[in-house]
């Protein structure tokens, strides 16, 4: 069983920045796909950015390249979603997510590939 604890949410205003962190459970986090994925009311969850164990080529949204950076710290079972620039339509509850498949691509986009997730932290961009 993996756990996941997301902190850092906050309200920002435009053009601030913000750091979540997501500190895990589980003696393997280090190969753990871990996500970031996010969820504005009325919407569906999106996908946000993915890191591999390694923390080589990440993935990213479109929405958020050049914006946000995810890397992670495996000796501190933590992965990290830097936020800079942030607009209002940035503002949801972000969500960390674990996969515990190993194997990396572009599926890692998709939020059914996670196996675990957190309870979300709120990032309120005011305008």
């Known amino acids: 069983q993996v756990q996941l604890v997301e902190s850092g949410g906050g309200l920002v205003q435009t053009g601030g920045s913000l750091r979540l962190s997501c500190a895990a459970s589980?003696?393997?986090?280090?190969?753990?796909?871990m996500g970031w994925f996010r969820q504005a009311p009325g919407k569906e969850r999106e996908f946000v950015a993915s890191?591999?164990?390694?923390?080589?080529?990440?993935l990213y949204a479109d929405s958020v390249k050049g914006r946000f950076t995810i890397s992670r710290a495996n000796a501190k079972n933590t992965v990290y979603l830097q936020m800079n620039s942030l607009k209002p339509e940035d503002t949801a509850v972000y969500y960390c997510?674990?996969?515990?498949?190993?194997?990396?691509?572009?599926?890692?986009?998709?939020?059914?590939?996670?196996?675990?997730w957190g309870q979300g932290t709120q990032v309120i961009v005011s305008s």
């Open positions: 890191i591999r164990w390694s923390g080589a080529s990440p």
């Open positions: 997510a674990a996969d515990i498949d190993t194997a990396w691509g572009l599926a890692k986009m998709d939020s059914y590939r996670y196996d675990y």
């Open positions: 589980g003696r393997t986090f280090s190969s753990y796909v």
